[in-house]
């Protein structure tokens, strides 16, 4: 079970505290994303909707996770990726 959840219900007040830490999936996705090597958009957002869709799957949350609201920070938080990919 993840551990310091975070509910979203609007991109204003991000912070809800219930079941998923968005820091955490951050740095999970930006893990998966370096290691296949996918630093365009298009491929940060495939990452991100494979690992929700597997934590969706495989996981306990709440019922009342909101995950497309975390795929929308997910993937909005693309900038902030590709300023910390390693250089080549």
Do not use: C
């Not at 998923?20 to 940060?44: G, P």
Request: hydrophobic fraction near 35%.
């Amino acid at each position: 079970m993840l551990r310091g959840v975070h509910i979203f219900t609007s991109m204003e007040n991000v912070l809800d505290t219930t079941t998923i830490d968005i820091d955490q999936l951050y740095e999970q996705a930006k893990e998966r994303a370096i290691s296949q090597s996918a630093y365009s958009q298009e491929e940060w957002d495939t990452v991100i909707d494979e690992m929700l869709d597997s934590k969706r799957e495989f996981e306990e949350t709440g019922e009342d996770v909101d995950w497309e609201d975390i795929r929308e920070v997910l993937q909005s938080r693309f900038d902030e990726f590709e300023t910390e990919i390693p250089e080549m």
